[in-house]
T-cell receptor, first 112, second 114 residues
């Protein structure tokens, strides 16, 4: 157990639907990152939150949004889902300065 | 912009043979470089990292990597591969801004022959 918890582990949904992925960071870590891993795009940075505020944005679609709550857990919301959104979505947390990342085991999203 | 290239999509080696996975980066200054491993159904585990100093970096599980500035490379090596090393390996560069985000290469899948 890495200390970063992602739920659910697997999700199957239909096109056009909306889903929410949840991430609980390692205890004490203030930063949460979301990455998407797909066959054609590889591992892509989506968005970062630090202590409740958006800090950096990557290749995140407008249909996707995220937030970090006061208890530091984060949610990634994916709406109007398309087949191409099928991917493994990773959350990672980081504490302090530097690159001390801890990755969760991911949520595998399948859009049918 | 920073980028990472892993030219080999798949590599197959025999158990006990040596391994080298290639990684080239594009970055103006001295980069922060990483190698991660992803086993099936698992998250990403850090093998090793390079920030500065000695260009030969030792990591976990018997892996090492060498930073070569002249070649913009950070290749991962292991002298003797074990069947349990079969996984996908990702090279990454840190963006060195306040976000500390990582930019990953496309990955190399390692297959190990018995």
């Amino acid at each position: 157990d890495s200390g970063v918890t992602q739920t659910p582990k697997h999700l199957i949904t239909a096109t056009g639907q909306r889903v929410t992925l949840r991430c609980s960071p390692r205890s004490g870590d203030l930063s949460v990152y979301w990455y998407q891993q797909s066959l054609d795009q590889g591992l892509q940075f989506l968005i970062q939150y630090y202590n409740g505020e958006e800090r950096a944005k990557g290749n995140i679609l407008e249909r996707f949004s995220a937030q970090q709550f006061p208890d530091l857990h984060s949610e990634l919301n994916l709406s109007s889902l398309e087949l191409g959104d099928s991917a493994l979505y990773f959350c990672a947390s980081r504490g302090g300065a530097g690159y001390g990342y801890t990755f969760g085991s991911g949520t595998r999203l399948t859009v049918v | 912009a920073q980028s990472v290239t892993q030219p080999d999509i798949h590599i197959t080696v025999s158990e006990g043979a040596s391994l080298e996975l290639r990684c080239n980066y594009s970055y103006g200054a001295t980069p922060y470089l990483f190698w991660y491993v992803q086993s099936p159904g698992q998250g990403l585990q850090l093998l090793l990292k390079y920030f500065s100093g000695d260009t030969l970096v030792q990591g976990i599980k018997g892996f090492e990597a060498e930073f070569k500035r002249s070649q913009s490379s950070f290749n991962l090596r292991k002298p003797s591969v074990h069947w349990s090393d079969a996984a996908e390996y990702f090279c990454a560069v840190g963006t060195m801004d306040s976000s500390y985000k990582l930019i990953f290469g496309s990955g190399t899948r390692l297959l190990v022959r018995p």
